[in-house]
Nanobody, 114 residues
Framework: QVQLVESGGGLVQPGGSLTLSCAASKSIVNFNVMNWYRQAPGQQRELVAAITSGGSTNYADSVKGRFTISRDNAKNTVYLQMNGLIPEDTAVYYC????????WGQGTQVTVSS
């Protein structure tokens, strides 16, 4: 079992930046993939970014070139650097860890508005 705690969300203007953090209660190298998902009101939860235990990354087309996922294994933490934010990025962002099962954090709210 692992506990995941997201932080770093908030209210930003369009074009602004935020960095989200996902702190895990144990080593993240135990998991095949760490993911960031998001869910906007009235919409399905979608995969935003993923990073494997080996460091390979993947992104949703909607965020490519704007978001960067990274990890610090020593700190048991995964990050999502979000640049050039647009109103469509407004959502609750969830950290997810995957191996035999999937584990979820409680989410952190990101609101992009002028």
């Amino acid at each position: 079992q692992v506990q995941l705690v997201e932080s770093g969300g908030g209210l930003v203007q369009p074009g602004g930046s935020l960095t989200l953090s996902c702190a895990a209660s144990k080593s993240i190298v135990n998991f095949n993939v760490m993911n960031w998902y998001r869910q906007a009101p009235g919409q399905q939860r979608e995969l935003v970014a993923a990073i494997t235990s080996g460091g390979s990354t993947n992104y949703a087309d909607s965020v490519k070139g704007r978001f960067t996922i990274s990890r610090d294994n020593a700190k048991n933490t995964v990050y999502l650097q979000m640049n050039g934010l647009i109103p469509e990025d407004t959502a609750v962002y969830y950290c997810n860890a995957q191996k035999y099962f999937q584990y979820w954090g409680q989410g952190t709210q990101v609101t992009v508005s002028s």
